[in-house]
């Protein structure tokens, strides 16, 4: 069985609180309550493992969304769309997540459409990845296209959109809940309405909805002196645990949470911060534990690159990025894999993400992957793994920041909710 040792600290003041709750019942049951779910937050803020903890919501039998980790069997899935994606205009935060090289790319194209040719070819090889999962089984939902050109005001800033395309950043389902994250980047504060026609529909069959506070963007959130200079500048403030968004209010992407079930796995990252965090962390207690994890990072945004857990007791491990928590997992049994280096070439624009997309990959099953077609060197990795490799070229669409596992967000598995480190 996989085990993990888990911090306790903070279970003293527990203790205390639940002891003069028997004592004082009656009496001062309403302060003991308080006192005790503060002492609760308090512990799950020093990441507090509860082993005993049960769920208590069963999904109900005829709701459509169900998922509990990253491997069980897929039956329905959201596939991103790159319909009228435009270049985000060169904000602070937008220039702290790109490449030095693309800066120009983003003054110049801020607002504007991608290459147009280069926009035709990604569809294509979307719809194509779509027909394959559908020809896997797979029931296949697309968001609404958006026109994101149009620009927008709110009381705090001014933007253009950006896309539907990775819904991975903006939806993470947990159990027959759909949480809607709520992003760092100001192009992207109205993605969510791609995506409310699908989500209404999945609440209507039963699922949960939740919306998490969705941040003003204020100009406070972002550190607009952050210096960035070159990699050796972004590692050293990166180890600082120094980020372009600051702790003025919770901020965080989808694909910064990683799922193992009752487990799942954090990094703060330039789109998330501790109060986003933390407000996953209460939220999703007492039934799952959220664990923060970091890694050797000079540019961390988006986990699934970097950290992806592929199977119960199986994860891919980035070996420019290592883990700076990698025993925790090795103590628990788990195996841990360094994938190869990827193989796309330097010529290719990568506006908006790094050559490990290629470790992006999506889980079928324990035994079935969706890889990148040209990434023949991770292909025979999954294959002494025992895993068959579904082959898909999505080279184009990679361009726009995500690989399989961002262009998706799986909607339900066939599978219950099991805890992997106990």
């Given amino acids: 069985m996989l085990r993990v040792r888990c911090l306790r600290g903070g279970s003293r003041g527990a203790e205390a609180a639940h002891y003069i709750g028997s004592r004082l019942r009656g009496v001062f049951t309403g302060w003991v309550q308080r006192t005790f779910q503060s002492t609760q937050a308090a512990a799950a803020s020093q990441n507090t493992c509860a082993a005993d903890d049960k769920a208590t919501s069963p999904v109900p039998k005829d709701c459509l969304v169900c998922s509990y980790n990253e491997w069980d069997p897929l039956e329905e899935v959201i596939v991103g769309r790159a319909e009228n994606a435009c270049v985000p205009p060169f904000s602070v935060e937008v220039k702290a997540n790109t490449y030095e090289k693309y800066w120009g790319f983003y003054q110049k194209f801020g607002g504007q459409s991608f290459p147009k040719d280069h926009l035709k070819k990604a569809i294509a090889e979307i719809e194509e990845m779509c027909n394959i999962l559908k020809g896997e089984g797979v029931i296949v939902k697309r ?24 819904p991975r950043d903006i939806l993470l389902v947990v159990g027959n809940e759909i949480i809607e994250a709520p992003m760092a980047w100001r192009a992207r504060f109205f993605e969510y309405r791609a995506y409310r026609r699908l989500i209404k529909d999945y609440f209507n069959s039963g699922a949960k909805w939740t919306t998490a506070p969705k941040p ?49 796995f954090v990094q703060r990252s330039q789109v998330t911060n501790y109060m986003g965090i933390e407000w996953m962390r209460r939220h999703l207690a007492p039934d799952y534990r959220v664990h923060i994890i970091s890694f050797k990072d000079p540019n961390p945004m988006h986990i699934d690159a970097t950290f992806n857990i592929i199977g119960p007791g199986l994860v891919l491990s980035n070996p420019d990025r290592p883990c700076h928590q990698i025993e925790l997992f090795k103590k628990a049994g788990w195996t841990v894999i360094q994938p190869p280096v990827p193989l796309i070439p330097d010529d290719h624009p990568l506006w908006m993400s790094s050559k490990w997309l290629s470790m992006n990959v999506l889980m079928l099953d324990e035994k079935r992957v969706m890889v990148d077609a040209n990434e023949t060197s991770i292909q025979k990795m999954f294959e002494k793994l025992g895993i ?5 070229n999505i080279r184009h669409a990679n361009s726009l920041g995500g690989g399989f596992h961002c262009w998706t967000c799986d909607i339900r598995r066939r599978g219950t909710l099991q805890s992997y480190f106990d």
């Fill in 216 to 264: 003003t963007m204020a100009d406070e959130l972002y550190d607009q002196n952050y210096p960035i200079h070159s990699v050796e500048d972004r590692h050293k403030l990166a180890a600082q645990g120094k980020f372009v968004t600051t702790e003025f209010e919770p901020c965080f992407d989808a694909a910064d949470f990683i799922r193992a079930g009752r487990d799942i």
């Fill in 143 to 166: 968001p609404d296209p958006i026109d994101w050109s149009v620009k927008y005001k709110t009381p705090d800033f001014e933007s253009t959109g950006m896309y539907a395309a990775m």
């Fill in 388 to 392: 068959s490799t579904i082959k898909v």
